[in-house]
């Protein structure tokens, strides 16, 4: 019988043997990181993002805009209710930002619920 190597399990450091009070920790890391990002995001200006140079490899190798140029941007714009200037910065923006929304908070409850978890466990 071949036994499959399953390198994910190897390299990941979310699946580190712990014990239940560092899974809480962890988890309790997770929540507040969770949690303070988008309301930095939220308490940055509108326009913190629009300056600086491009870190953007298609357009600094080829000279070209890729599909993603401008998502950063445009989410920032979204976040304050600038629906125009985020659709002028990249249209893929009203379809990227609410998807990553929906996904960080499954990620924030699904946090939620494994604290629950190890703190019943540690009690």
């Known amino acids: 019988m071949v036994r499959r190597y399953n390198w994910s399990r190897k390299l990941a450091i979310i699946n580190l043997r712990l014990s239940n009070r560092q899974k809480l920790i962890k988890s309790y890391f997770i929540i507040i990181l969770l949690v303070v990002v988008p309301l930095l995001l939220l ?3 509108e326009n913190y993002f629009d300056t600086g140079e491009t870190i953007c490899l298609s357009q ?4 070209q805009e890729c599909y993603a140029c401008g998502l950063t941007r445009a989410c920032q714009h979204l976040i304050h209710l600038n629906f125009e200037e985020a659709y002028r910065y990249n249209m893929l923006s009203f379809l990227a930002f609410p998807a990553v929304s ?3 908070a499954t990620w924030f409850f699904k ?3 494994n604290n629950r978890v190890f703190s019943k466990k540690l009690l």
């Open 102 to 104: 929906i996904l960080w």
């Open 60 to 63: 600094r190798l080829f000279n």
């Open 111 to 113: 946090e939620l619920k």
């Open 43 to 45: 308490l940055l200006p």
